[in-house]
C-alpha cells in the first residue's frame, strides 16, 4: 500500500510538474512552438489527472475538511486548464498549416497557455498547501 502510494504520488508530481512547466513556458513565450508541445501536455495531464483521483481515493475519501476544499479547488482550476488547452490545441493542429500564417491564430494559442498558467498555478498553489491546512 505504502509502496502504490509512493509511485502514485511520485508519478503525479512529475508529470504536474511537467505540464505546469511548459505551460508557464509557452505563455512566457507567446505559444512558440506550442503545437509540439500539444501531446505531451495532453499526456501529462491526463496522468495528472488520473494519479490526482488514485490519491484522492486513498487519501480524502469521506467528508471534506479544508485540505479537501483546497485539493478541489485545485482540482477544478486543473480540469479548467486542460480543458482550455485541448480545445484550443487541438482546433489549433486542424489547422497546423495556418497557424504558422496566421497571426490571430498563433495569438488565440499563446492566449489559452496563458490563462492555463493562471488556472494551474491556482492548482499547484493549492496543492502545496493542502497537506498543512
Ligand atoms: C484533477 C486533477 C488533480 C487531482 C484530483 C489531484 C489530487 C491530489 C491529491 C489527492 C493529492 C494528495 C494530497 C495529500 O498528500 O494529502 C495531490 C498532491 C499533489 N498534487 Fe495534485 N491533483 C490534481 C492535479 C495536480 C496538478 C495539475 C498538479 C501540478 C501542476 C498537482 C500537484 C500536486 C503536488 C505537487 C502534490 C503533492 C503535495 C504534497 O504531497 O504535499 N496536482 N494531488
Redesign the pocket.
Known sequence: MQMTLIVT?VL??RS??F??GTTFALARTGGNEADRFFRPQMGA?SV??A???V??FF??RGPLGT?GHL?AI??LC??L?AGVQGAMGASARRNLSALSESEGLRRRVARSQRIAAGL?AI??TC??A??YA
Open positions: 504520488l503525479h508530481v504536474g510538474v505540464w505546469a495531464a495528472a489527472v494519479t490526482g483521483g490519491l484522492w487519501l480524502h485540505p485539493l485545485g482540482a486543473a480540469l486548464a494551474l492548482t499547484v496543492m502545496a493542502a497537506r
